[in-house]
């Protein structure tokens, strides 16, 4: 692990301490050491969606550490890079919505205009800053109705630093990378020797141990998911990594940023054969599981059962706890909303921003066994 790279932990333990409000646990480096409780695998998952971003800003360390303090199963994240190659958590393409670099005049000049997803965006990109320079950025929250108290006192961490927090945890905590907008980093940015941005996750994930199929014993010391929207990413990183993969799924009108389909297209059973062999599951937009008319959810489609019957995970997003974000069927309480999904819908994990709530919610309706 680059020192270079790295938050010291009593620097970063320092920094966490300020937010007394809401306190968290010391990272295990400075606690007691021993046999780490196991991953749970008799409910469906809890992945920390970008950390607890429902309390602090998106994938900073705070959101990750909390929401292990909160339960969380995974703690998911973007990975993106930056221009001199390190690769960083951050889930947009570009920083304008969740950091301050509009208040820092020495990168005025770095607006650019680039095609992203077959889309003209402008605005300032990861893509052209070091690493030296995106750290002098601080985090904010993305949604004012959320906490703000937080925003500027966190940097953007690199994914070293990401797998380290999971690594640290006092149990067993897996990691869920994206491989995010592959085509436009791809295009962006060069390694050596002609690597590509697929080969530097790989990479970075066998340097920490990460391997070993889904419920191998490999696995479940160091639980991983792979995702993205990407196919031919995931078919490309097949030879190099047998860690479970999970492919992404939006809209069913989006087009696909790589091969150029629908997302109708994607979810066709001659696509879900295809993509087997290559992942262990899928993880649609909740809306292209049960369509929404009016703030209501309509009849579901049939995605989880041709999904569970090719033996392919479903692990659905977002689950927020806002009333902007809940559909008017389930009253305003979230734990309406996680009852209708696990228990009717019968999916097998949840992306949530708000870790602490679908743990309470498990707990109370699903309690682990007295070993777990």
Same mark, same amino acid.
């Given at each position: 692990?680059?020192?270079?790279?790295?938050?010291?932990?009593?620097?970063? $333990?320092?920094? !966490?301490?300020?937010?007394? $409000?809401?306190?968290?646990?010391?990272l295990?480096?400075?606690?007691?050491?021993?046999?780490?409780?196991?991953?749970?695998?008799?409910?469906?998952?809890?992945?920390?969606?970008?950390?607890?971003?429902?309390?602090?800003?998106?994938?900073?360390?705070?959101?990750?550490m909390?929401? &292990?303090?909160?339960?969380?199963?995974? @703690?998911? %994240?973007?990975?993106?890079?930056?221009?001199?190659?390190?690769? !960083?958590?951050?889930?947009?393409?570009?920083?304008?919505?969740t950091?301050?670099?509009?208040?820092?005049?020495? #990168?005025?000049?770095?607006?650019?205009?680039?095609?992203?997803?077959?889309?003209?965006?402008?605005?300032?990109? /990861?893509?052209?800053?070091?690493?030296?320079?995106?750290? /002098?950025?601080?985090?904010?929250?993305?949604?004012?109705?959320?906490?703000?108290? +937080?925003n500027?006192?966190?940097? &953007?961490?690199? #994914?070293?630093? +990401?797998?380290?927090?999971?690594?640290?945890?006092? *149990?067993?905590?897996?990691i869920?990378?994206?491989?995010?907008?592959?085509?436009?980093?791809?295009?962006?940015?060069?390694?050596a020797?002609?690597?590509?941005?697929?080969?530097?996750?790989?990479?970075?994930?066998?340097?920490?141990?990460?391997?070993?199929?889904?419920?191998?014993?490999?696995?479940?010391?160091?639980? !991983?998911?792979?995702? $993205?929207?990407?196919?031919? %990413?995931?078919? +490309?990183?097949?030879?190099?990594t047998? %860690?479970?993969?999970?492919?992404?799924?939006?809209?069913?009108?989006?087009?696909?940023?790589?091969?150029?389909?629908? +997302?109708?297209?994607?979810?066709?059973?001659?696509y879900?054969?295809?993509?087997?062999?290559?992942?262990?599951?899928?993880?649609?937009?909740?809306?292209?599981?049960?369509?929404?008319?009016?703030?209501?959810?309509?009849?579901?489609?049939?995605?989880?059962? *041709?999904?569970? $019957?090719?033996?392919?995970?479903?692990?659905?997003? /977002?689950?927020?706890?806002?009333? =902007?974000?809940l559909?008017?069927?389930?009253?305003?309480?979230?734990?309406?909303?996680?009852?209708?999904?696990?228990?009717? @819908?019968?999916?097998?994990?949840? #992306?949530?921003?708000?870790?602490?709530?679908?743990?309470?919610? =498990?707990?109370?309706? %699903?309690?682990?066994?007295?070993?777990?």
């Amino acid at each position: 692990m680059g020192v270079k790279y790295l938050l010291p932990l009593l620097l970063l $333990s320092l920094l !966490i301490a300020e937010c007394a $409000s809401r306190p968290l646990y010391p990272l295990p480096s400075v606690a007691k050491s021993g046999t780490k409780k196991p991953l749970q695998t008799s409910r469906p998952f809890n992945v920390a969606h970008r950390g607890a971003n429902g309390e602090f800003p998106e994938e900073t360390a705070p959101a990750y550490m909390r929401a &292990i303090e909160e339960g969380a199963d995974f @703690i998911e %994240s973007d990975i993106l890079s930056t221009k001199d190659g390190v690769l !960083i958590c951050h889930h947009d393409v570009n920083l304008d919505d969740t950091t301050d670099v509009a208040d820092h005049k020495e #990168f005025a000049d770095r607006k650019r205009t680039y095609e992203v997803q077959g889309m003209n965006m402008t605005g300032f990109f /990861t893509v052209d800053f070091t690493l030296e320079e995106l750290k /002098t950025l601080g985090a904010k929250q993305r949604y004012p109705f959320r906490d703000q108290q +937080y925003n500027g006192k966190f940097p &953007i961490i690199t #994914f070293d630093e +990401y797998i380290s927090i999971a690594l640290d945890a006092p *149990r067993v905590v897996g990691i869920y990378p994206e491989i995010k907008n592959p085509v436009f980093i791809n295009q962006q940015v060069k390694w050596a020797d002609g690597k590509k941005f697929e080969d530097e996750i790989v990479g970075t994930l066998k340097k920490y141990g990460y391997k070993g199929s889904y419920m191998s014993q490999d696995w479940l010391k160091q639980p !991983i998911f792979i995702q $993205s929207f990407a196919a031919t %990413s995931l078919v +490309y990183i097949s030879n190099m990594t047998d %860690s479970p993969k999970v492919f992404l799924i939006d809209d069913v009108t989006i087009l696909t940023e790589d091969t150029n389909k629908t +997302y109708a297209e994607i979810t066709s059973d001659a696509y879900l054969d295809y993509i087997k062999p290559y992942v262990v599951g899928i993880g649609p937009w909740k809306d292209t599981i049960v369509p929404v008319s009016n703030n209501r959810l309509t009849t579901p489609t049939d995605l989880v059962a *041709r999904a569970h $019957s090719r033996n392919l995970q479903v692990h659905p997003y /977002t689950y927020r706890n806002e009333n =902007q974000f809940l559909h008017s069927g389930f009253h305003q309480d979230a734990y309406l909303e996680y009852d209708y999904w696990i228990n009717k @819908i019968g999916v097998d994990g949840l #992306f949530t921003d708000f870790t602490g709530s679908l743990h309470n919610f =498990q707990e109370l309706s %699903s309690p682990l066994p007295k070993l777990q």
